[in-house]
């Protein structure tokens, strides 16, 4: 006779559970109250937030070229798109919605296909240019006036400085601009000091020297990285290796030795 093992309950819901689904290592839990739960993956409840209409079901939008994770929820006419905190889109509906699915479609590699109860297919196709920016907190905080302030006690420092300021404010002032001025400058003449030294170089000798630039594209937890390399030399250089040097416990590459058969200037 086998006996089956019921595993621990990482999360106990009190309603009834519409739909689950994943989206940057959070769990999404939407329930028959109109309210969307997240999660991480060991049962600790990371925020939660309430909608105006009943939700009909959630789907996981992943854009890999920018790096766009974020939460699609269904309702009667309309679908919304979360992220960890904020609304970031909407999209209206002609139709009443019985279920949708991104994903790959054809060539298309972002594309939205949604059902509707009469029985017809709608498909939306994301823009490669978009940018998803917030629209509105989901869960906002709470009013100024809910809080108590902590005002503290008047010192006697405090009083004796703010009848400085009352006593000298064109001396104070002028002394603002200066030590504004005296930075601005400073900034300047460190970047005037960078360029000129073309820090931008990486060298091991004088007749091998290598310019370098670095573009990360992602926040995480999965990015990617756009080396460009150039010859800093007058000369082509060649049979070359680009190395990557990390901490194996923060991150990890693929490859993490790259053959550089040519660099050109």
């Known amino acids: 006779m086998v006996k089956l093992r019921v595993g621990k309950p990482i999360a106990v819901m009190s309603r009834r559970i519409v739909a689950m689904k994943t989206f940057a ?3 999404a839990v939407a329930t028959d109250d109109n309210r969307i739960t997240y999660y991480d993956f060991k049962g600790r409840r990371l925020k939660e937030f309430r909608t105006t209409q009943r939700i009909i079901g959630l789907e996981t939008f992943f854009y890999e070229p920018r790096q766009y994770s974020n939460l699609m929820v269904a309702f009667q006419r309309e679908i919304c798109m979360y992220n960890e905190n904020s609304l970031v ?4 509906i002609d139709a009443d919605i019985k279920w949708i699915k991104f994903g790959a479609f054809g060539r298309e590699e972002a594309a939205l296909i949604v059902g509707t109860k009469p029985g017809g297919l709608i498909v939306k196709l994301f823009r490669r240019m978009a940018v998803l ?3 509105a907190e989901i869960a906002p ?6 809080y108590k302030l902590k005002i503290p006690r008047r010192t006697k420092l405090y009083i004796d400085q703010a009848q400085r300021e009352r006593d000298n404010p064109v001396h104070m002032h002028q002394m603002y601009q200066r030590d504004l001025f005296l930075l601005r400058w400073l900034v300047s003449q460190q970047f005037s000091v960078m360029t000129t030294k073309a820090l931008s170089t990486v060298s091991t000798s004088s007749s091998e020297a290598v310019d370098i630039s670095v573009d990360v594209h992602g926040f995480g937890p ?4 756009t080396v460009r390399l150039s010859s800093g030399t ?25 053959p ?3 660099l050109t200037p």
């Not at 889109?89 to 209206?92: A, E, F, N, S």
């Not at 999965?222 to 990285?225: C, E, H, I």
Request: proline residues 4%; positive net charge; hydrophobic residues 45%.
């Open 25 to 27: 290592k959070i769990l």
């Open 89 to 92: 889109d909407t999209l209206k």
């Open 133 to 135: 920016s917030d629209m």
């Open 141 to 146: 905080p709470k009013l100024a006036h809910h």
């Open 222 to 225: 999965t990015f990617r990285l």
């Open 234 to 258: 007058r000369t082509p250089l060649t049979d070359m290796w680009l190395s990557f040097v990390y901490k194996n416990d923060a991150f990890k590459l693929s490859d993490t030795l790259i």
């Open 260 to 262: 550089v058969a040519l």
